[in-house]
């Protein structure tokens, strides 16, 4: 009898795990709110993407571009298009920096405004409710995740969101 008990234990132990290791799928309502929330920041979402694509140019053009004329105008000893080649390599490579840092600004500068605007629904949640459904623990709930769980979030997000576009638009640019 005991082993049986064990044996049912285990079991639903067993689907207890499998179930946490599923993937996360979104509801129908927060399918809608990050549906609503791209529509509302399609524009800074639009600049993000971009200039990703701008930076991908680049990245697959520069060595290109490197190889082609700084090797031909030195291998044929023309300085004056040498020198010209290597100050528009230098532009280049200044609006590299430049377009990565905007890249980089409008990324965590999405991220940021969901995670705001989730924050302030988690508040506006918590605060509409009625002062005697308030809880000690609902409180401890409530600062963990606006601490703890929004910063893993945004650091979920700015790491893989994004690089996943900038990988998906290098190799598209590549083949």
């Known amino acids: 009898m005991a082993e049986k008990q064990l044996q049912n234990y285990l079991y639903r132990h067993r689907t207890k795990i499998i179930q946490e290791l599923r993937p996360i799928r979104l509801s129908k309502t927060q399918y809608m ?67 990565s840092f905007l890249s980089i600004k409008a990324e965590k500068t999405f991220t940021l405004y969901f995670l705001n605007d989730l924050r302030h629904k988690w508040f506006a949640s918590y605060l509409n409710r ?31 969101v994004f690089p996943i576009f900038n990988w998906l638009f290098l190799a598209i640019g590549l083949v």
């Open 33 to 99: 709110y990050i549906k609503t929330f791209i529509k509302k920041n399609s524009r800074l979402l639009k600049i993000s993407i971009g200039l990703l694509v701008a930076i991908t140019l680049i990245e697959i053009l520069l060595p290109l571009v490197t190889d082609f004329y700084i090797k031909k105008y030195a291998y044929l000893l023309e300085i004056d298009k040498l020198v010209y080649s290597l100050l528009g390599l230098l532009g280049i490579l200044i609006s590299y920096l430049f377009l």
């Open 130 to 160: 009625a002062k005697r459904n308030l809880r000690g623990q609902d409180k401890g709930k409530l600062l963990t995740k606006i601490t703890y769980h929004f910063s893993l979030m945004h650091t979920g997000i700015t790491n893989s």
